[in-house]
């Protein structure tokens, strides 16, 4: 969001430089994020905006990245570097801004917050389907059901019959 300060005069400081149009994308340690990143930055990329590559921790859910660490490691620091890494791995630097975030809750009502006022969230779809899908519930259905602004669900090449 555009941060205003108004002087005596009503002179506009502290405007921000960056594009206003902003994408929003979810990442966990999936292939399927990853192929939503990619997606996102070269959809950021050609019209100009920039990326908020969101990662949603909690406790009961954060495994694929904590397995390999011997306690206490905290979970944040943690996280922050393995998306820092992803980001790296999949984003051209350079090719826009990139901006990420490491947040404490569950991946579909982080990802809802934090694209409000966004142009767009991107999410990657891990495909359970079926009866497990109905099951576990989905990130990617709460999101393009309650987040305030448009959503792109990738889902795996193999998933298309």
């Known amino acids: 969001m555009q941060k205003m300060a108004q002087d005596g005069q009503g002179k506009a400081e502290g405007r921000r430089t960056l594009p206003d149009r902003r994408i929003i994308v979810g990442v966990d340690a999936s292939e399927e994020s990853k192929e939503a990143l990619r997606w996102a930055a070269c959809y950021a990329e050609g019209i100009g905006a920039s990326l908020e590559v969101v990662h949603a921790w909690h406790v009961l859910d954060e495994q694929a990245w904590l397995q390999s660490l011997p306690p206490p490691a905290d979970p944040t620091d ?62 990617s259905g709460h999101c393009a059901t309650h987040a305030p602004c448009s959503v792109v669900i990738i889902r795996p090449a193999d998933s298309v019959d």
């Open 78 to 139: 943690v996280a922050r570097k393995a998306l820092a890494n992803v980001v790296d791995e999949v984003v051209t630097p350079g090719a826009v801004h990139v901006q990420t975030s490491v947040l404490e809750g569950h991946a579909a009502q982080v990802l809802v917050k934090a694209s409000k006022g966004a142009d767009m969230l991107v999410v990657g779809n891990r495909g359970f389907g079926g009866f497990d899908g109905l099951l576990l519930g989905s990130v």
